[in-house]
């Protein structure tokens, strides 16, 4: 079923014989009327031949955008209901453990949207869900570019696009969250005031500007709503726009394989068959979140109650995918702030805050990183295995480390509840492994991929041993090999070998720092390497092997 | 009056029901009678009641004598692995009893919750014995342990005293040093009732200036209330809020979605 560029869907010829039914008369007009007036055929024709290939990896992407429509969908109902004012009001709804208790006009509606209006309370947890999902979908999806090297030429762009578009999800994320004024999103906010008023100089004066007045004051919500449902998904549509043009003109990626080259791309076009998969597909996805939010509660404001100063519930965490920043505030050792003068340096939040923008900042910078070690200019269509960039994958497996380690230490009371540990001691071990198991990671990862590789080549050059052991006339045992069939072998042999940069002089006759520089980082990502099989090798190694066939033969 | 009474009869009358000393004589006998059985009553009931008590008492002598003096002593008065039980009451003695966390299996950060080891009537006796050591908070009224109080009250105060270690839907939270503040699910009135009063382990005490009786019968009807009443969105995931959730949609709603999209790209054979 896969389908070249090449080949364009032609109708069978029988149907032009045919008289049109009237079914099809209306569609033809109505093409036409459309056509004639906004000449989209051209654009129709263009975009219904694009090719998208088949991978299971290739759908998380998909999953992100169904998930976004979905939350639109969702959070369009809710914007009906949700009053974003901070005004005292005295809630008098269903929910009877909150009846009489005086919080905002926010929570109070978040509350009768929950119990007093038909459907709220799923399409509260609809828009909930699928957040949720939403974010890890695009977390996955950016490790599956990551991992294959689809960032590379002509894709850095892109790859800068989507870390965008994750930021602004964790920015859509936490600004909903905060948006029920509820204890948990207050206790949420309160966090982010301390991260804010923690910045030197400049930070209380930008916590009152935000807060309008002292924490929490009474006019975060409101600012919160505004940017939770038009700036920032208004940046996040356009944003997401651009992304899906330059995934069309990029192309999609595909993994090697025969028939499969830089210059096509091999699988389904646009029109018919992936429309309708993709169409098909965002109804499972609707599917998915739906059932889960029927049966799995999410945010229980109604438990936590009003936002009140005075409670912090115990557990209070923040959504998972705020959990890695929440976590590197915990890891942070006490007594890390000091006095300069009459100002207090609270280290112990500019370290996390700085480490976090780092760690972002080197995720969104790799390809350009990479693109500067290899000093590769050329365009990049087939997506690597991962094992055959074993230093790439071995950086992101630390990078993914790094990150778990600093989600992980978000639920550390959880961890010593829950596995009877002390929280004392988890937190301890995780700040040596915040430090210690990145580096594991790294050389454990890098050991199995270059472990693959050579167990690829293996088999590339003497095909798998199938177990037969045969005695030749002469008394000689030997066990028979099956060769791969070059389909597949294929798969194994073609992936990009670079070898380390070689250090020389420029036309100066000059070592500059920045190629000394280069030429370590070459030789960190290529010293350790196996080089895929060459057909001279292929065709050498033949006769090494007994064949079925010679097998065959020699016993006859 | 009958019209047939004799004039003699009258007669006869005036000098009995109607003598002057009678209404005195009556209330002479009145009084006897009343006091009397006053007395006799009184005088037996007490007397029950003490031989009872009494008896209850060195049943928990004996029963703490072989279960609990090796650690806390033989007069209770506590030693180095041990609080003295002196003044302690027996609300402490209920509540550590009868929730199984005495006596303690072994030593370690915090007593676990266990199996009850004794009957209700043991624990009865225990308690009363302890409390013959010395005044302490006695076992609560069963007026406050109906669960019929004000519930938005209760949440109120429940948020504000308790939920910073038992977590705001009572789910347990950790403390410091292997510590944590149990789950409360499930938990009957009266022991609740008994945490706030005595403060096991490392709960502080809630006295009844801090929270009034009222008031915590109001927080038991909110435990209560979340006890009866199952979460209004479906499964409450242990009420731990994000980070189950947060573990949830990782694994069953990306991994079925995942699941999904590897049978959408499979090859048909």
Request: hydrophobic content about 45%; aromatic content about 10%.
């Amino acid at each position: 079923m896969t389908v070249d560029t090449t080949a364009p869907a032609s109708a069978p010829a029988t149907s032009a014989d045919l008289p049109p039914s009237n079914g099809t008369r209306v569609t033809n007009w109505a093409a036409n009327y459309i056509d004639e007036r906004t000449s989209i055929s051209g654009l129709v024709k263009e975009l219904g031949r694009k090719i998208f290939p088949d991978h299971w990896s290739f759908m998380l992407g998909e999953v992100a955008l169904y998930s976004f429509v979905v939350i639109l969908l969702s959070g369009t109902f809710l914007t009906f209901f949700f009053q974003p004012s901070m005004a005292v009001v005295t809630y008098d709804g269903s929910y009877a453990p909150l009846k009489g208790i005086q919080m905002s006009a926010a929570m109070s509606s978040t509350l009768n949207i929950s119990f007093d209006i038909r459907g709220g309370l799923l399409l509260r947890q609809v828009h909930h869900w699928a957040a949720l999902l939403f974010v890890a979908s695009i977390g996955l999806h950016m490790l599956r570019i990551y991992f294959t090297g689809a960032f590379r030429k002509p894709r850095e762009i892109n790859w800068v696009i989507g870390f965008v578009l994750f930021v602004l999800a964790l920015a859509e994320g936490f600004t909903g969250y905060s948006l029920p004024d509820d204890l948990l999103s207050g206790n949420g906010l309160r966090i982010i005031d301390g991260m804010v008023k923690g910045i030197p100089v400049v930070g209380t004066w930008i916590s009152y500007l935000l807060f309008g007045g002292n924490f929490p004051g009474e006019a975060i919500v409101g600012r919160l709503y505004s940017l939770h449902i038009l700036l920032l998904p208004a940046i996040l549509v356009a944003a997401l726009g651009a992304h899906m043009v330059l995934l069309i003109v990029n192309k999609h990626t595909q993994f090697a394989g025969p028939g499969r080259t830089e210059g096509n791309v091999v699988g389904s076009p646009i029109m018919p068959v992936f429309a309708a998969k993709a169409g098909g597909f965002f109804f499972i996805i609707f599917g998915v979140v739906m059932l889960t939010a029927s049966f799995v509660t999410i945010n229980p404001i109604w438990v936590y109650g009003p936002y009140d100063p005075s409670p912090v519930s115990a557990g209070t965490q923040p959504d998972w995918y705020i959990g890695f920043a929440d976590g590197a505030l915990r890891l942070i050792p006490h007594g890390w702030e000091f006095m300069l003068g009459p100002y207090t340096v609270s280290m112990n939040i500019l370290v996390p805050v700085v480490g976090l923008v780092v760690f972002l900042a080197v995720v969104a910078a790799y390809p350009f990183f990479e693109a500067w070690v290899t000093g590769d200019k050329r365009e990049h269509h087939i997506a690597d295995r991962p094992r055959n960039a074993p230093t790439r994958t071995a950086i992101g497996a630390a990078g993914v480390t790094f990150y778990a380690v600093l989600w992980t230490a978000a639920s550390s009371d959880l961890l010593a509840t829950h596995f009877k540990l002390t929280i004392e001691g988890v937190i301890t071990f995780l700040q040596v492994s915040v430090f210690v198991a990145p580096v594991i990671a790294y050389l454990v990862t890098k050991r199995i991929c270059i472990a693959l590789q050579k167990k690829d080549r293996e088999i590339a050059l003497h095909g798998f041993e199938s177990g037969r052991i045969v005695r030749l006339p002469g008394g000689e045992y030997v066990e028979v090999h099956e060769q791969l069939s070059d389909y597949e072998r294929w798969k194994l042999v073609s992936f990009d070998d670079h070898a380390p940069v070689m250090l020389r002089p420029n036309k100066d006759g000059k070592i500059t720092v920045p190629a000394r520089l280069r030429a370590r980082a070459s030789n960190w990502f290529f010293e350790d390497r196996i080089v895929p099989v060459s057909l001279t090798e292929i065709e050498a190694s033949h006769g090494d092997q007994l064949t079925q066939e010679q097998v065959a033969v020699e016993s006859r | 009056m009958a019209k047939s009474a004799s004039p003699s009869t009258r007669k006869a009358r005036s000098s009995g029901r109607r003598s002057p000393l009678a209404s005195v004589s009556l209330l002479v006998i009145g009084l006897l009678a009343t006091g009397g059985a006053y007395a006799l009553f009184t005088t037996s009931a007490t007397a029950a009641t003490s031989s009872q008590v009494s008896s209850m008492v060195s049943d928990g002598q004996k029963l703490f004598s072989s279960n609990c003096a090796s650690c806390h002593g033989l007069a209770a008065q506590g030693s180095g692995v041990a609080p003295s039980l002196v003044g302690v009451g027996a609300a402490s003695v209920d509540f550590q009893v009868g929730t199984g966390r005495m006596p303690g299996a072994a030593s370690g950060p915090q007593l676990e919750k266990k199996p009850v080891q004794f009957t209700d009537a043991q624990v009865a006796a225990l308690a009363t014995y302890v409390a013959t050591l010395g005044p302490g908070p006695s076992i609560p009224s069963s007026a406050y342990l109906t669960g019929k109080g004000e519930v938005a009250t209760g949440a109120e105060l429940f948020r504000v005293n308790c939920a910073m270690c038992h977590n705001v839907a009572g789910a347990g939270g950790a403390l410091t040093e292997g510590k944590y503040a149990p789950p409360l699910a499930g938990s009957s009135a009266k022991h609740i009732y008994e945490a706030m009063v005595t403060g096991p382990q490392n709960m502080p005490v809630f006295n009844d200036l801090n929270i009034t009786p009222e008031d915590k019968a109001n927080i038991i009807s909110y435990l209560k209330y979340l006890d009866k009443n199952p979460s209004p969105g479906g499964l409450d995931l242990g009420n731990l809020g994000p980070v189950s959730e947060g573990l949830f949609v990782w694994i069953f709603a990306l991994g079925s979605v995942i699941a999904i999209t590897v049978w959408l790209t499979a090859k048909s054979n």
